[in-house]
């Protein structure tokens, strides 16, 4: 009599295993480098000599760690999406090719990709953020939300750069080159003319002011309008308006015409009205 087989062995009692399908890697191929032009859509806009001629030196020494990002433009031509300072120094180290990866991509999806790289590397300056929100405003529609769900930030942070662009050229500059910072930007901004805005951003750098030094500034400045405005605002009748203002407890206008001129006594509620009349009639 035949024994019975003791198991099915440790497959069948084992359920079946699925394999897990891994995410595919972007394929990285290696292209010419003089087939590769910049990204006319880069926010960034100043790059560093000091450090292209290190990562030059880097990638003679150890070659290229990370690939650029590049979309095809046709005729073997690519154009960089991100990884320009990387593509500027393979050609300062006279490489051939570099490693790249290709991405089929529009101009909207190339600048949003370009800028949250930067961002996430912290190489942008405040000007160069902002005008590179500016641009995806006006050329592509995208609203600040947008911009802010794509980027991944606050709407109120989009908003902030953004206004940076109503400053004059000379302090925008300043910016550019680390003179000023973002903090001393936006409390300069709190100056409508661009006379004074310039004026006191010479005068921040000039005197190294901090942040805080320069809200006090402008706090001085703009006080010093109003009292300015008020002075000027002042008639021949304002101290007699006074007077009655004081005596009746409310606003008092005294407005002169052709031949005479009119008292305007002004009341906010039925009860004080009554008040008025009480104390003009005693």
Known sequence: MEKKALGR?????????????????????HLRVDAI?????????????????????????SG????????????????????????????????????????????EESVVLALVENLQRADLNPMEMARAYHRMMNEFGLTQDIIARRVGCERSSIANIIRLIQLPSEIQQLIESNQLSLGHAKVILGLTGQIEQLRVAQLVVSKVLSVRETEKLIGSLL??????????????????????QKRLGTKVLIQKGKRGGKIVIHYFSPPELEGIIETLLN
């Open 9 to 29: 062995g440790l497959d069948a009692l084992l359920p079946a295993i699925k394999p897990v399908s891994m995410p595919e890697l972007p394929e990285v191929q």
């Open 37 to 61: 032009v910049p990204n006319r859509y880069q926010p960034r806009q100043t790059f560093s000599p000091q450090e292209l001629e290190e990562l030059t030196a880097s990638l003679k020494q």
């Open 64 to 107: 290229l760690l990370q690939p650029i990002l590049v979309r095809r433009k046709g005729d073997g031509i690519y154009e960089l999406i991100s990884g320009e300072r990387r593509w500027r120094a393979a050609k300062e180290a006279g490489l051939e090719t570099i490693q790249s990866v290709i991405r089929n991509c529009g101009d």
């Open 223 to 244: 006080t010093g309008k109003r009292r300015v405005a008020k002075e000027l605002s002042r008639t021949p009748w304002s101290d007699v308006e006074e007077r009655l």
